[in-house]
């Protein structure tokens, strides 16, 4: 499940519409809390930072959220603020 890391926010890119949550709200947000427990959930599964070069520090704090969730997390850099194009990975 791809989670992007921006300055100011996060997106989850885990449905048909991603959803972006500010920095701020993150930590408690309904949607971000219940799609880490859906990965905790499935062994199979792992939540993948894509970090924007202006979002390492909205990383730091997502990471953080997510190990004290105990969730299974990566990482990747995107190296430009372009759109991303995920649909290769839609529906597996």
Do not use: W
């Not at 949550?21 to 599964?45: N, R, T, W, Y």
């Not at 070069?53 to 299974?72: F, K």
């Amino acid at each position: 499940v791809f989670v992007e890391c921006a300055a100011e926010s996060i997106v989850l890119h885990d449905r048909p519409q991603p959803l972006r949550i500010p920095k701020a709200q993150m930590g408690g947000h309904a949607e971000f809390i219940k799609l880490l427990d859906k990965v905790k959930s499935d062994a199979k599964s792992t939540v993948v930072f894509l970090i924007r070069p202006d979002g390492v520090a909205t990383y730091n704090s997502a990471r953080g959220v997510a190990r004290n969730r105990a969730v299974t997390n990566g990482k990747l850099a995107i190296g430009s603020q372009g759109k991303l194009d995920l649909t290769l990975f839609q529906g597996k």
